[in-house]
């Protein structure tokens, strides 16, 4: 027994001479992994358009219901995507959210995107029903805010040309 809580002592001690494996967290924060799932996003294009297009495939991919979208159509003087349609209401539930990916995986266009950020936090339930203002990536330099008004027949595709994601 005694020969224990020398064991246990000697553990102890050669602990408390280490540097400690604890970070300054709100001031240093830990690189997450490359494959992270964390807070969404929608994102844009170059030029200042939403790639969401309002197709509500991320919504029915989710095992947990907790997406929701409501679209409407795009016009030449109030276009807020390439498509046809575009997302007027865009809201994640993030109580019920258990980041899987499936939206990021069912999406045609890459506009939502599970990304690195993990500092989820919220004092009540309302605040926990991301909107699209909040999921919203801002602006580019170069691109403009939308709603734009685009010259008729520029945007006939219901979804744009896909880059190669190699």
């Known amino acids: 027994m005694i020969g224990e809580i020398i064991k246990g002592l000697a553990t102890t001690l050669k602990h408390l001479f280490q540097d400690p494996v604890t970070v300054d967290y709100p001031n240093v924060k830990r690189p997450v992994r490359y494959r992270f ?3 969404h996003e929608l994102k844009r294009y170059d030029n200042g358009l939403e790639k969401c297009i309002g197709c509500s495939l991320c919504a029915a991919a989710c095992p947990a219901d907790a997406i929701f979208v409501e679209a409407s159509e795009n016009t030449d003087e109030n276009r807020y995507s390439p ?20 939206c990021e995986d069912a ?17 009540d339930r309302a605040g926990a ?27 006939d595709k219901s979804i744009p040309e896909m880059e190669d994601p190699r």
Not at 84 to 102: D, P
Not at 107 to 122: D, H, M, R
Not at 136 to 152: K, L, M, S, Y
Request: with cysteine; proline share 7%.
């Open 37 to 39: 799932k964390g807070r």
């Open 83 to 102: 498509g046809e349609r575009y997302a007027s209401t865009y809201e994640i539930n993030m109580l019920r959210c258990i980041f899987c990916g499936y």
């Open 107 to 123: 999406c045609p266009t890459q506009a939502i995107v599970l990304e690195n950020k993990y500092e989820l936090s919220f004092y």
């Open 129 to 155: 029903i991301y909107t699209k203002d909040m999921l919203i990536v801002d602006v580019p330099v170069n691109g403009r805010p939308t709603p734009q008004a685009v010259e008729p027949g520029l945007y």
